[in-house]
């Protein structure tokens, strides 16, 4: 077998081979992700929604090209579609830039036990003097990203939530669940949104299965 074209389409054909090879493992798997994107406090559609977002952020194809052909299944609109990218986007963008405090703290203290704690993220606003034209850039980007728009903020904040637990941020998930909550996102929506998130970057691992087996069958 070719190995030359690492991603087509059709090679997503040979997923179900998992179910021979580790048959229960599978099917577990294939139940998880079904009851996590069933209809519960949020609808079919919103978790689809979310699916896209988290899609983007684990880089699968293979996932993008499902959750979006099942989104509009859903009746999703390209405009929802787009928004929700971009909000993974700024998320990403956002995970990256907010661990800008760790290397604050390590290029300033080096070593230091405690990697995590609340009040490091006070420290972000010390890029406006150090890269003060680029984190001005990601801030104007970032309050557009998030901006209501076809989507609400409500909407908007739950698929950064699913988003910052896919980048495991954790300044960014105490950010945006509190954001959640201030746009009256229930608590069991918000956990919703992270068991969506919990099977795409799963779903994202096992899709890729198909390029392990194209590996191993290679000549």
């Not at 030359?4 to 099917?27: I, M, N, Q």
């Not at 909407?155 to 105490?174: F, N, Q, S």
């Not at 949104?193 to 191993?216: E, P, Q």
């Amino acid at each position: 077998m070719s190995n030359e074209v690492l991603y087509k389409k059709s090679y997503f054909s040979r997923l179900p081979e998992l179910g021979d090879l580790t048959p229960e493992a599978f099917k577990a798997f294939v139940a998880f992700d079904q009851k996590a994107v069933a209809p519960g406090e949020l609808s079919t559609k919103l978790k689809e929604i979310i699916a896209i977002a988290v899609a983007h952020t684990t880089g699968c194809p293979y996932c993008i090209d499902v959750h979006v052909n099942n989104a509009k299944d859903q009746n999703v609109t390209k405009e929802e579609m787009s928004e929700s990218i971009f909000v993974a986007t700024a998320l990403k963008a956002g995970s990256a830039a907010a661990h800008g405090v760790n290397a604050l703290n390590a290029y300033d203290f080096g070593s230091n036990d405690h990697l995590y704690k609340k009040e490091y993220f006070n420290r972000i606003k010390e890029f406006t003097e150090l890269s003060g034209d680029a984190f001005q850039g990601f801030m104007d980007f970032d309050k557009k990203a998030m901006k209501a728009g076809v989507l609400s903020a409500k909407e908007k904040e739950l698929i950064a939530v699913a988003v910052a637990h896919t980048t495991g941020c954790p300044y960014c998930i105490d950010i945006h669940t509190k954001g959640a909550k201030e746009q009256g996102a229930s608590k069991e929506e918000v956990a919703e949104s992270i068991f969506v998130a919990t099977a795409l970057k799963a779903g994202s691992a096992l899709a890729h299965s198909v390029n392990a087996l194209n590996a191993y069958d290679s000549e």
